[in-house]
């Protein structure tokens, strides 16, 4: 009972941290370049909080990376050789379904922490070196 608490709590917080990096450092970013900096400035004064992750953007990716990468280990690594039981019909059993949903949620986190990833460390070097 308790380790799947732990492994949910493991799975949200990934997915919430790899949200959190998108808000922080990759919207603003693609709100500016489409030149909406107006609304970048609204949403800062507006949420005040994205400012801080912002200013601490290190640490907030350090620790979604953790999280995901610890997710990555639990669903791959350690869950492999566990398996769902199988049903006498043949259907998808809840089992099935929730290791469907945790496989999914997982590689969308992961996809929104390399779009995040991307935004804040890539793109302006990315930019500067095709302005030459």
Not at 5 to 22: A, H, N, P, Q, R
Not at 81 to 86: A, F
Not at 103 to 109: D, R
């Amino acid at each position: 009972m308790f380790a799947k608490i732990k492994e949910d709590f493991v799975s949200i917080g990934s997915l919430f941290t790899s949200v959190s990096t998108l808000l922080c450092c990759a919207l603003p970013s693609l709100l500016v370049a489409l030149g909406m900096g107006a609304v970048v400035a609204g949403l800062a004064s507006d949420l005040p909080w994205l400012i801080t992750m912002s200013k601490y953007k290190d640490w907030t990716f350090l620790i979604a990376g953790i999280m995901i990468g610890f997710n990555f280990w639990l669903f791959y690594g350690r869950k492999r050789n566990q398996t769902c039981e199988i049903d006498e019909n043949g259907n998808e059993t809840a089992c099935d379904t929730a290791t469907r949903w945790s496989k999914a949620i997982l590689w969308f986190s992961f996809g929104l922490y390399v779009l995040g990833l991307f935004a804040a460390y890539l793109l302006l070097p990315i930019q500067r070196f095709l302005e030459v």
